[in-house]
């Protein structure tokens, strides 16, 4: 079992920033992908980021690619995601997630409690 706590969110104009962070506890760290979805209003959750074991690879969603970056320091057992020109509609709480090996393509086995993200136009 692993513990994954998210922090960073709040309200921010559009065009503004945010890092979120996710801290892994309880299970090794390195040994998995990890990935940040989010789910807005009236909406399903939607992957938006995903990086391997080691960082060598990362995957974004269209919506965001050029403005998320998705990065880990397996030292701190954390997980981050930069976001930089926030949109209005990048509004929704934000899950990290850890798969269930080392790359992304495996099925998302852990989530966070989520963090809020609001954008104002």
């Known amino acids: 079992q692993v513990r994954l706590v998210e922090s960073g969110g709040g309200l921010v104009q559009a065009g503004g920033s945010l890092r979120l962070s996710c801290a892994a506890s309880g299970r090794t760290f390195s040994g998995y992908a990890m990935g940040w979805f989010r789910q807005a209003p009236g909406k399903e959750h939607e992957s938006v980021a995903a990086?391997?074991?080691?960082?060598?690879?990362?995957n974004y969603a269209d919506s965001v690619k050029g403005r998320f970056t998705i990065s880990r320091d397996n030292a701190a057992n954390t997980a981050y995601l930069q976001m930089n020109s926030l949109r209005p509609e990048d509004t929704a709480v934000y899950y990290c997630v850890r798969y269930s090996g080392i790359f992304y393509n495996t099925d998302p086995g852990d989530w966070g409690q989520g963090t809020r993200v609001t954008v104002s136009s």
């Open positions: 990086i391997d074991w080691n960082g060598g690879h990362t």
